[in-house]
C-alpha cells in the first residue's frame, strides 16, 4: 500500500517487537526499506523474532526492559555504534494485568505505571537526547489503548496511558522546538498474541466484546501497523500531538465497560 522505499536508510526502534502488534510494525518498517532494531524482556524469543525478521530486511536486537536505567543505556549504545542515528522510535512495550481497582497491589500498580508510563517516557527523553534532538529531526509513536472512558478492570494500564497520551502533547510542543514529531496510537481490541496473554474471563467475553464494536469485528495488528506506518511517513510530516484511534469506533460504543470487572471479582473470589 506504501511506497516500496517509503523508510529507505531509516533507522527504526520497535520496542516490543518480538511478537504481535510491535513484530507487524517491525515487518512493515522493514518490507519498506528500514533498518529495525527491535528490543523487550526474553531474549530467546526476541532472537528468534529477529531471526525471522531478517527475511525482510535488517533487523537487529537487543534484550532490554523498558523499566531499567541501565538496559536503556545500552540499547541506545548499540544503536549509536551500528548505526550512528535514529530517526524513528515505536514505544510498543507494555502490557498490564485484568484486576478489579480493589485487588490490585501496590507492586502490581508499580508494575504496571513502571511499564506503560515511565518505561515510554524515560525511552523518549534517552532517544531524543541522543539522537533526534542533535539530529534536529525525529518521530516518536506511542502505542496506547482505547482509554477514552476510563479503563475498567485495568486501572492501572488506564492511569498510565492517559499519562502517554497527555505526554505525547507536551513533547510535541516542547520538542517541536527540535522538528520532533510525537503521536499517538489507541488500539481498540486488536486480535494478537496479546490477548492470548489474558485469563478465562477476558477470553468469555471476548466474543460479546467483538458484537459490540461498531464495525462488528477487532482490529488486526497489520491495521495498527499500517496506521503506525503512515504517522512514521512523510504524508503525515504535519501531523504531530495526536492520539489516533484505530478501533472500529469502539472507543464510541463499545458494549458493557464493566461486564469484565464483574467476571473478573467472580473469578477472583472463585480462586
Ligand atoms: C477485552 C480485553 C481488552 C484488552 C485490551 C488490551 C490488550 C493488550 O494490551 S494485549 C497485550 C497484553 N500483554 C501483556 O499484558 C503481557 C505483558 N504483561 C506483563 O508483563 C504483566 O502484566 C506485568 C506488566 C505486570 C509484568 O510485570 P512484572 O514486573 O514482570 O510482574 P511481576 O510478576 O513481577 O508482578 C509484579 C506485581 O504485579 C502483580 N501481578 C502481576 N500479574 C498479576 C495478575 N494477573 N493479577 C494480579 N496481580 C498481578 C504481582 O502479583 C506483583 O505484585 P505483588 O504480588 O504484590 O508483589
Ligand atoms: N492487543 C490488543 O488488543 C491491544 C494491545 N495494546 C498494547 O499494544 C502493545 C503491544 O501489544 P500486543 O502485541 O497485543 O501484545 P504482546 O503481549 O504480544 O506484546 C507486548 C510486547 O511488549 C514486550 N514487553 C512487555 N513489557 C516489556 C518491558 N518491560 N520491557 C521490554 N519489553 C516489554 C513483550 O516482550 P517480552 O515479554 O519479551 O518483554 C512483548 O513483545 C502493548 O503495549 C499492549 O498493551 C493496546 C491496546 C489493545
Known amino acids: 500500500m506504501f511506497q516500496k522505499d517509503l523508510f529507505k536508510d531509516k533507522v527504526v526502534l520497535v520496542t516490543g517487537g518480538r511478537s504481535g502488534i510491535g513484530y507487524a510494525i517491525s ?58 542515528r535514529l530517526d524513528i522510535l515505536v514505544n ?16 502490581g500498580w508499580d508494575a504496571v505505571i513502571n511499564n506503560n508510563l515511565n ?36 486501572v492501572h494500564t488506564g492511569a498510565a496511558r492517559a499519562g502517554v497520551e497527555n505526554l505525547t502533547k507536551t513533547l510535541a510542543v516542547e520538542w517541536g522546538d ?7 496510537i489507541a488500539p481498540g481490541t486488536i486480535e494478537s498474541s496479546g490477548l492470548d496473554t489474558y485469563p478465562k474471563p477476558v477470553q468469555d467475553i471476548l466474543g460479546e466484546a467483538r458484537a459490540a464494536v461498531p464495525l462488528k469485528r477487532f482490529g488486526t495488528v497489520t491495521e495498527i ?7 512514521a511517513s512523510p504524508l503525515a510530516s504535519y501531523i504531530s500531538g495526536v492520539s489516533l484511534y484505530v478501533d472500529g469506533a ?10 469484565l470487572t464483574r467476571l473478573m471479582r467472580a473469578f477472583t473470589k472463585s480462586r
Open 119 to 154: 518505561g515510554t517516557f524515560h525511552m523518549s527523553s534517552l532517544m531524543a537526547r541522543h539522537f533526534f534532538i542533535p539530529q534536529k529531526e525525529g518521530c516518536i509513536i506511542n502505542i496506547i489503548a482505547n482509554i477514552y472512558r476510563g479503563f475498567p478492570s485495568m
Open 27 to 84: 515487518q512493515m518498517m522493514l518490507e519498506l526499506g528500514a533498518k529495525v532494531v527491535i528490543a523487550s524482556r526474553k531474549e530467546d524469543l526476541l532472537k528468534q523474532a529477529a531471526e525471522e525478521l531478517s527475511q525482510y530486511g535488517e533487523c537487529s536486537y537487543l534484550a532490554c526492559d523498558i523499566r531499567e536505567s541501565d538496559q536503556r543505556t545500552a540499547l541506545m549504545e548499540k544503536i549509536k555504534a551500528d548505526n550512528g
Open 178 to 184: 527540535y522538528n520532533i514529531r510525537v503521536n499517538a
Open 92 to 107: 510498543n512495550a507494555g502490557g498490564q494485568f485484568p484486576a478489579p481497582a480493589e485487588t490490585i497491589s501496590e507492586n
Open 225 to 231: 501497523a499500517n496506521t503506525t506506518c503512515f504517522l
Open 250 to 259: 469502539q472507543h464510541l460504543n463499545g458494549g458493557d465497560p464493566m461486564k
